[in-house]
């Protein structure tokens, strides 16, 4: 069993920066590849990056290449995402996840987080 909680999220800038947070409890945590995923009004929830459990790999959607990194400490138990160049479009709520291997798809994780508010204003 893994409980996630998001924070870091808020209002923006657009071109500002935010960095959020998922600290998960359980001690399996370092055995589950983590994930962000983001869902805007009216709009089904999007990956956004991944990486392996072990840190050594990660993957991004192409919309966030390049501005966004996720990172892990397995020691903290809690994944990063920093989130740097934003846009007005990268408004959503974001979640993070927690599932057996990298996936792209939300179906293919066990646990979420209850998810946090980013707002970036033009």
């Known amino acids: 069993q893994v409980q996630l909680v998001e924070s870091g999220g808020g209002l923006v800038q657009a071109g500002g920066s935010l960095r959020l947070s998922c600290a998960a409890s359980?001690?399996?945590?370092?055995?589950?590849?983590m994930g962000w995923f983001r869902q805007a009004p009216g709009k089904e929830r999007e990956f956004v990056a991944v990486?392996?459990?072990?840190?050594?790999?990660?993957y991004y959607a192409d919309s966030v290449k390049g501005r966004f990194t996720i990172s892990r400490d397995n020691a903290k138990n809690t994944v990063y995402l920093q989130m740097n160049s934003l846009k007005p479009e990268d408004t959503a709520v974001y979640y993070c996840?927690?599932?057996?291997?990298?996936?792209?798809?939300?179906?293919?994780?066990?646990?979420w987080g209850q998810g946090t508010q980013v707002t970036v204003s033009s």
């Open positions: 996840a927690a599932g057996p291997r990298n996936a792209r798809n939300p179906n293919g994780y066990d646990y």
């Open positions: 359980g001690r399996s945590f370092s055995t589950y590849a």
């Open positions: 990486l392996t459990w072990s840190g050594s790999s990660t």
